[in-house]
């Protein structure tokens, strides 16, 4: 993984659209089966959408039916840190771009093989990259 990204609040609403912010900096989430990545099908690369850094491929994209865009796999394993999210009364495990530190979601043990993992991602903490 490349260097870490270390902005200010300020920078961050400054090159965040307001949606975008809430979920990456302040940890929202948005509604089900409204994120643009929800249905996407397209081949190519999901990038973080604060600094860019590839994260997921459509390759390992599936169709969870949780109405968030779900991976079984990230593209390179340093590219996604997990830490204990204890928030909301629930017990998850948050997923967050390594390089910059914005929140993208939770990963469950749910999901399909070979990694029996589903990475349940905001869109608005995506960008794509056309294959």
Not at 9 to 38: M, Q
Not at 64 to 90: N, R, V
Not at 99 to 127: A, I, W
């Amino acid at each position: 993984m490349a260097d870490k990204i270390f902005k200010t609040e300020e920078e961050w609403k400054n090159d965040l659209d307001p949606e975008s912010y809430y979920v990456i900096r302040e940890k929202g989430t948005e509604r089900a089966f409204t994120g643009i990545y929800n249905n996407h099908k397209e081949d190519g690369t999901y990038v973080c959408k604060a600094c860019g850094v590839s994260l997921f491929s459509s390759k390992n994209k599936f169709d969870s039916h949780c109405g968030w865009p779900s991976y079984y796999d990230g593209i390179d394993s340093g590219a996604i840190e997990t830490k204990p999210d204890y928030s909301h009364g629930m017990i998850r495990t948050e997923i967050t771009c390594a390089k910059c530190g914005g929140h993208l979601g939770h990963v469950f043990e749910d999901g399909p093989q070979p990694t029996g993992l589903r990475y349940c991602v905001n869109s608005l903490s995506l960008d794509f990259k056309k294959e």
